[in-house]
């Protein structure tokens, strides 16, 4: 049974670092794209970052997130990580890892995710 859990979430002044965690189990993921989304109270789904490695180990971002955020991943864990810098209170919004199941050039529309985590909560005051 796959499983991912995340975890690092909680509560931070505008301006402050988190570090999600994303533990994967049940397979392996080293050869498909694993990503972060998040959703905010009212709002659509959205993408935050994938990591993959099928293409020399790259990493993709959202816009709003390009320069703050850093995604990497230890295949050899079957973990995911989020750092998260300079955060403002516009990220404030439930963090969900997902990972793929088959190879795709597709990384920031949800549906191209087979596996989701339950959610970590991240809020960040002004």
């Known amino acids: 049974q796959v499983q991912l859990v995340e975890s690092g979430g909680g509560l931070v002044q505008a301006g402050g670092s988190l570090r999600l965690s994303c533990a994967a189990s049940g397979r392996t993921f080293s050869s498909y794209g694993m990503a972060w989304f998040r959703q905010a109270p009212g709002k659509e789904r959205e993408f935050v970052g994938a990591?993959?490695?099928?293409?020399?180990?790259?990493?993709f971002y959202g816009g709003s997130v390009k320069g703050r955020f850093t995604i990497s991943r230890d295949n050899a864990k079957n973990m995911l990580y989020l750092q998260m810098n300079s955060l403002k209170p516009e990220d404030t919004g439930v963090y969900y890892c997902?990972?793929?199941?088959?190879?795709?050039?597709?990384?920031?529309?949800?549906?191209?995710?087979?596996?989701w985590g339950q959610g970590t909560q991240v809020t960040v005051s002004s």
């Open positions: 990591a993959i490695n099928w293409i020399g180990g790259k990493t």
């Open positions: 997902a990972a793929q199941s088959r190879s795709t050039s597709v990384l920031d529309n949800s549906r191209a995710y087979d596996y």
